[in-house]
């Protein structure tokens, strides 16, 4: 996710997003453990998605 496109969501989509990204978070961890996950790179993009997100958030408040 672009920081263009964090800029334009709304804090209530920003907060759903936010929720998403650390379900799909919990589960790439398990499938990275079982060794069911191909690329492991998702697992720190999806972080930096979520990092991203919650200073955008921080700074709208």
């Not at 990204?21 to 998605?49: A, C, H, P, W, Y």
Request: hydrophobic fraction near 35%; aromatic fraction near 4%; glycine fraction near 2%.
């Amino acid at each position: 996710m672009k920081s263009k496109e964090v800029n334009k969501l709304s804090k209530d989509e920003l907060e759903s997003k936010i929720a998403s990204l650390k379900k799909d978070l919990f589960n790439f961890r398990f499938r990275k453990i079982n060794g069911q996950m191909e690329d492991t790179s998702k697992v720190s993009m999806i972080k930096k998605d979520l990092a991203k997100i919650l200073t955008k958030l921080n700074v709208k408040k």
